[in-house]
């Protein structure tokens, strides 16, 4: 094995060294008084305590599922064992990029409320230094994890060059590691997303609209939970997340990367790998230059804390994109060819650039519609004069519309990324958005970290000053949390059109029968239910924080009845029942959607074949996508809409200000937006990647089973071909569900003329 | 000329004839005292004056859109300029038929109100006649224009026998006079519905919420303006609609049986146009036993009227399945072809059936996600016992998860429709579910009948026997209106699949070519666009309700405030003021998407190719079919869960009424709902169609532009073949876009190379 390999897990290790070092220093900061202190340990028990009970569920779910995996590589020589242990490492280090970035938020917290009675400067320092812990422990232990695998597995399947062993099977174990990070990626968001969001809307819906007391006001039994959830939802979900995210671009990359250097002939600097490791370099390139560029982020007292951190994220981005150039101009070869489709490495430049504009545009799209001042929230804001329900048509009007730039956009991307190379350049589009992850994930951490050392303040009566630091923080959070998931619907809609070529490259190997034709009736059906899916699991989402934010309600209204003196102050509440019925809801209504994303794809493909499943991928992806948008954006801009009333808004002449009419209708709007923007939303992006990847591993098992002797053509075939093959089929089926020596069973094949002629 | 054509305008005379037959009989009717027919008087002249200003408006669309399809016909010789005749006896007729139903509903709904005054069964007998007479004038015009056109066309093209003349052009004009009636019926949909739903979203707010004034009080100057909406949105909107709907179902299936019939050797005893009459003897003698069936809805006082309308539909559908069974044996021959997949006269019949059991199943579906005391309608109750937010929140996710069922059966009508009889079964499937739509019409329009019958009956102040009379209809209303959205949508789903195929046929006619490859990144860019449409649209047309309701809302308010002695009943309200907000704000707000809806498939199809226009279709389809379920039954299930709290609702031992917390809360989700059900929801099966429609329309010329000297493959041609097909579309724009005389002007070609290799 060649030493270059070496560098990419050392960037890994680097990363991972810079992240404790900021860890240390996090910890060293003061913890502020007693009140503080406690406060910060509920909420940091709480958190993980949930975060116990959680990785307990899915560490059966990881269990089964290695062992199907493992199954599926014995059984079918097409598929390799490996890939169950491979899973079993990406679903580990997902979860504990989770924990990791959940315990120092929760050290952080405290700590940035300690320095926000110092200064703003020092507030930023403390919460961006632990977002950054997070950042950099995610893509740290990503590349790490990944360049390791890699070694490992090109020496044990003897791959010497590209040419040389089994590189197809070497790179099929990546994405068993990527399948174990979405999966943890998957229920952590879910999860997470409605733990906080049952927590957040039952404090608010008594609180502030029933009980009239201030938000993380100490009296409210719910706003332990909501610190809590604070930190499930926002931070260990998102670190997940990301984890996760961060792979699966990288991983679409390396799969049709493969597809390069196994070609006959292929040649490079690099055993003919560089098409492979081109990713995983620009990534750990990517980080590097973000762990320097968050040493630029800085504030001066009254400063603009949005700028500063916009300087380090520009910082990072055009220093990655520059060095991105030399890599791949150094790297490649000047000629590269994917599927019959030639383009050069310069086409390879170009197509990271497009990622990098479309990843731009993204986030100045998003901003625009969910930010305060601009068209779409003041439309909210004015239609919250005639009540909650013009609130709440304003609200979904603008979500819908959201949609519309960013698909024009995206839809522009492909074209542009495949123009300058092929479906390699689709891919490496979105690994050029994510190669600053580090940089971005640091940016979004910092927020909640903010949010929970506003609630810590307040719990805590720190003088106003303090709160109003936060506050200062939080809001740029807020606006931070709505671009950076544009970024991430962005980049996940790539990442799923390369995994999706990938699929199709590895399901149907034989080139002729490349096509996921939608004139095909039963293709066309798949997209139907494929498009279907988003839905039915938004659905799932919000009604479960629904559910539960009743029961936090009506908990909430028990202990204000029942506690005596509570509401002066006098009486304890307990929080920790509070804290009880999120998790417990959290738990228990996470494991449906998931199960939907896991299985969909294994049935569909099972029983009508790749090409069907191809059709579903398809539906599921442009459903998700718009799905993810309108509900984050309209979230986003339900939020910042009850925001403006903080200032006081004029809408036809007269101020309005909190507690008024219009101010009541857009705390619905905000209640409704609340599982809108981070529940449902979020988890889309994952929904469409995780779908895909599911269908990419399974994909050389639907190869074997469904083109092992004739093409696809059946229909036209003569009719001894056609037996020959549903032969063959229910042959490979019975391999599949019964093991190797039951051969003789028959199934009912999928009837060949159910595919449109042509 | 065969005599056989002559039949199927006389099936069109026949149901004319019997519409006005029960037109006269309803005029017979007595309407009431002074005060009733004064108010009566101002809705009809609302209505009119409505009409009038929206159909000339409509009237400029419709001259220009005639001269660009009269121009394409001019100068592509694939192409016919009779086209745009077509195009604007469909647009009249779909105009009179809305016209004609509104006609005779704002004489209906006040002599409804009056025979409630002797007795129900007179009250329902009233109310349904006036729906039918909507019905049989919308059937009757329809297939009367079609099969008179179809008779002309013939005998223009020289169509002796299939094979003999031109019947590709022939029935290409068919599609313009489709095209005509769907851009009416979009503009009818949009322009209604924003009209409707403005009156009765700002009628609610400040009335019900605001005054606390009951619905349809005549001291609420919005009330006459709600009134007329019910007849423009509900009645002449939906009769445009279902007209398009109607025809463009039938056209679906024509222009596929044509490619049948005009294959070399296909005989049967029609001259070989069985497999092209068929959709309209079909669809003629569902209309007859429509007929038929509406004399058997009757009801004893006190009976229940829901079951009155199910009989006579299931007489309708079950008469009409059994004839068209020997319909369908006699006409075609017993083994049919279509695009390389032959299938049976059984087939076709078995088609039918998938048909007509996608159609109940879908409604059956809807009924259970809308109907009082179901699952999902009481979950929406029990989430309003705490707040608005948790409302909005559960009918959200009720809408969401009503998709999935939908949907599946859907996947699985197209799966089967496809499996028995080809591309035409999917048509077929479509063109039998919808030859009942006289009857399904009259029972579609007795509701918006009932609802203004107790509107005049609580201005008129008629004893509250005569409400509870027309309240009980109006409720069986709101369920037939949930149900018969569910089947349009479902109809247009499958009737868009068969234009889709259509289109494929006409602008792709190489079989080599056809395929919609979302493998291609342009294609699946396509897809992206396409999916967003529904998005877009909806937005648009729920910001405008919410837009125009905010207005209506601060009118009331200032009459209340201005006009003295208005809320003890002393001073007149200005009722006309309402109504002109609503008007001006439904004709300006209306254009832009019906715009969108029209230009986006030219412009794709014209720079981008026909597979590209094929991906959008897609999208828009799928997503159409998506968001327009959402919508209406998120809206009708939020319309019920309000209703729920008339008769009084028990949430966790306690018993909740009008007035009380958790009520107010259902009426904002209901208040949300109703843009989501009236505006946006319904006008998705429009888009859908409409889109596809356009695109058959420019099939011919798209044909003409993109496969004229080599097949779409370019990009593995030599480069020689590569340039020679450029030039060829680079002529083949300037011809289109210029005149046959300009030809030297070179445009900028698609690169080729943007296609995914395969």
């Known amino acids: 094995m060649s030493n270059f390999l070496y560098v990419i897990p050392v960037m890994g290790i680097i990363a991972l060294l810079f992240m404790i070092a900021k860890s240390v220093w996090v910890s060293k900061q003061g913890s502020g008084n007693e009140k503080m202190t406690e406060i910060a340990r509920h909420i940091a028990e709480g958190a993980m305590a949930f975060l116990k009970t959680e990785y307990k569920i899915l560490t059966y779910f990881v269990i089964i599922a290695a062992i199907l995996l493992g199954y599926m590589g014995y059984v079918n020589p097409r598929s390799s064992w490996i890939i169950a242990i491979a899973f079993i490492i990406g679903a580990v280090l997902s979860a504990f990029a989770g924990f990791n970035g959940m315990r120092i938020a929760t050290k952080s917290n405290v700590r940035t409320a300690e320095a926000a009675r110092t200064s703003l400067s020092k507030a930023l320092s403390v919460s961006f230094t632990g977002g950054s812990v997070m950042g950099l422990g995610v893509t740290g232990l990503a590349i790490l994890g990944l360049g390791a695998l890699l070694i490992v597995v090109l020496n044990l399947f003897g791959v010497i060059n590209a040419q040389n062993g089994e590189l197809e099977k070497a790179l099929e174990v990546l994405t068993g590691f990527s399948l174990g990070a979405e999966s943890i990626a998957l229920f952590a968001r879910v999860g997470g997303g409605i733990y906080t969001k049952a927590a957040d809307v039952g404090a608010d819906l008594v609180g502030k609209v029933e009980a009239g007391i201030p938000e993380d006001d100490p009296r409210n039994p719910a706003t332990i939970a909501d610190n809590v959830g604070d930190n499930v939802g926002d931070v260990a979900g998102m670190g997940a997340d990301l984890f996760g995210s961060f792979v699966s671009t990288i991983i679409g990359t390396v799969v049709l990367g493969g597809e390069i250097s196994k070609q006959p002939g292929f040649t490079d600097g690099y055993n003919g790998l560089s098409p492979v490791i081109l990713p995983m370099v620009i990534a750990g390139v990517g980080t590097l230059f973000s762990i320097l560029s968050t040493y630029f982020v800085k504030v001066k007292e009254g400063g603009n804390v949005q700028r500063a951190l916009n300087v380090g994220n520009w910082i990072a981005v055009i220093l990655t994109a520059i060095s991105a150039y030399f890599i791949i101009i150094n790297m490649l070869p000047a000629t590269l060819t994917l599927r019959g489709h030639s383009f050069t490495s310069g086409g390879v430049f170009g197509a990271v650039i497009v990622g990098l504009v479309v990843g731009t545009l993204m986030s100045v799209i998003t901003e625009y519609y969910t930010a305060m001042g601009k068209r779409p929230v003041n439309s909210i804001v004015s239609q919250s004069s005639t009540g909650h329900a013009t609130n709440i048509i304003g609200g979904l009007a603008v979500g819908m519309e959201s949609t519309m730039l960013p698909m024009i956009v995206l839809a522009a991307g492909i074209y542009g990324s495949f123009a300058f190379a092929g479906l390699y350049g689709v891919a490496i589009a979105a690994a050029g958005m994510m190669a600053t992850t580090a940089m971005q994930l640091s940016i979004d951490a910092f927020g909640p970290i903010a949010d929970n050392a506003g609630g810590i303040a307040e719990m805590s009566e720190l003088p106003k000053d303090v709160r109003a630091k936060t506050d200062i923080l939080d809001a740029v959070g807020n606006t931070t949390a709505a671009t ?275």
């Open 484 to 758: 950076g998931k544009g970024f991430a619907i962005a980049s996940a809609a790539l990442t799923s059109l390369a995994l999706f070529a990938a699929f199709v490259g590895v399901a149907m190997p034989d080139p002729s029968t490349q096509h996921i034709d939608i004139y095909q009736a039963r293709v066309l059906a798949g997209l139907f239910v494929g498009a279907m899916i988003p839905f039915i699991f938004s659905s799932l989402a919000i009604a479960a924080v629904g559910r539960a934010a009743m029961a936090m309600v009506e908990e909430v209204r028990r202990q204000f009845r029942e506690i005596p003196g509570i509401l002066e102050g006098k009486g304890k509440p307990e929080y920790e029942k509070c804290v009880a019925i999120s998790t417990n809801a959290s738990i228990r209504e996470m494991l449906l959607p998931g199960a939907i994303a896991l299985v969909v794809p294994v049935l569909v493909g099972f029983i009508f074949g790749p090409e069907v499943l191809g059709g579903v991928l398809a539906g599921v992806t442009v459903s998700g996508v718009l799905m993810g948008m309108f509900q984050s954006n309209a979230g986003g801009a339900w939020d910042n809409a009850k925001k403006s009333f903080e200032k006081g808004v004029d809408i036809k002449g007269t101020t309005h200000y909190k507690g008024s009419e219009p101010h009541k209708s857009s705390v619905t709007g905000d209640t409704v937006g609340d599982p809108f923007k981070d529940t449902s939303g979020p988890s889309m992006n994952i929904l469409i990647k995780l779908m895909s990847i599911v269908s990419l591993v399974i994909a050389p098992t639907l190869a074997n089973r469904f083109n092992s002797t004739v093409p696809e053509t059946g229909a036209v075939s003569p009719s001894g071909a056609k037996t020959e093959y549903r032969d063959a089929r229910a042959q490979a089926t019975s391999t599949f569900l019964y093991g190797p020596e039951v051969k003789n069973l028959r199934i009912m094949a999928v009837p060949d003329r159910n595919r449109f002629p042509g």
